[in-house]
């Protein structure tokens, strides 16, 4: 189902949000003798989209309901504009939030649907149609959400999140259920948004779509901070040289005496990590060894991703 395009919607005069637009500090959630975070501290700005990752059981959902005050946090703090969530006097104008479970009356239209919602947050009704154009859903407005799909819940569940026309948005998982064209339609409507001065904290475990759709990532593993960084540095991080020679275990010595990492693959192949091109092959020339192929391997964000949680798989 289409949707009309982020480049189709009217610039509205904003204050520049202040920056960070979300500030964790020493956060730890406890569940009995289990910890599910564990003195996480991170910062998510306005003008970017920011990757929340992590395995499964990471604790990512449950940091995301501590921001949102959904869940008390047993030490340290999750502010948004440097208020707790409670504590904002606007709550709606300011986040929109959607969960990974959502509920919906299933006899109840998509339109009334959002209309209810609405109505509690005090927006007026006019909101209401234009949050249904702008998430594709205007020609099954009037349908049933329990005949909706799977892609049609996830787009009904960010209109209710895009009511206040908030400034920061938190998602577990927004692609769930998305066809290509959907998922398509959700990364340029997030970079869009993100693009006009707000601000996008995102969590999800699709790495592809990741790597297309955030500017920095946060990695966490068993409720602990790993990483952030921008995407370009996380994928320099975990690069590599492909190097054919056929002593390769001669180069792969002299290189491991150096302090370099080796893996030797099947044929003429080693795979060094830690070093550029101009070292390596100068630690070939020195030993008098041949190199037939110098090359930079190209690293993506799931390499980086496995790199980074490797010890704790």
Do not use: C
């Not at 020493?26 to 929340?52: C, I, M, N, Q, W």
């Not at 940091?63 to 005050?69: A, E, N, Q, S, Y």
């Not at 208020?83 to 299933?106: C, D, H, I, K």
């Amino acid at each position: 189902m289409g949707a009309r395009s982020t480049t189709d919607r009217r610039p509205v005069e904003r204050t520049p949000l202040s920056s960070p637009a979300i500030e964790v500090r020493g956060l730890t959630k406890r569940f009995g003798s289990v910890r599910a975070v564990d003195d996480l501290s991170f910062e998510v700005h306005p003008g970017v989209v920011t990757g929340f990752l992590g395995p499964n059981g990471a604790g990512k959902s449950t940091t995301l309901r501590m921001i949102l005050g959904l869940v008390a946090p047993s030490e340290g703090s999750a502010t948004v504009l440097g208020l707790m969530y409670r504590r904002l006097p606007e709550p709606t104008g300011v986040v929109g939030a959607v969960l990974e479970t959502q509920s919906f009356n299933p006899l109840r239209s998509g339109r009334n649907h959002l209309r209810v919602l609405a109505s509690a947050s005090g927006i007026p009704d006019r909101r209401v149609d234009g949050v249904l154009e702008l998430i594709g859903l205007e020609k099954a407005a009037r349908r049933n959400a329990g005949t909706y799909s799977l892609g049609m819940r996830q787009r009904l569940g960010l209109g209710a999140a895009l009511l206040g026309e908030p400034r920061i948005l938190i998602l577990d998982e927004p692609a769930n259920g998305l066809d290509p064209q959907g998922i398509r339609w959700l990364r340029d409507f997030l970079r869009g948004f993100a693009a006009e001065g707000n601000a996008v904290l995102v969590s999800s475990h699709v790495l592809t779509e990741m790597a297309q759709l955030a500017d920095e990532a946060i990695v966490i593993n068993r409720g602990r901070l790993v990483r952030q960084a921008s995407l370009s540095e996380l994928t320099s991080d975990s690069r590599e040289l492909v190097v054919v020679t056929p002593e390769k275990e001669r180069l792969a010595d002299a290189l491991h005496e150096r302090g370099l990492e080796v893996v030797t693959v099947d044929g003429d192949e080693l795979h060094v990590s830690g070093a550029d091109a101009a070292r390596v092959g100068m630690v070939a020339f020195e030993i008098r060894v041949p190199v037939l192929g110098l090359a930079e391997k190209e690293s993506s964000l799931e390499d980086a991703f496995l790199e980074l949680t490797e010890e704790d798989a």
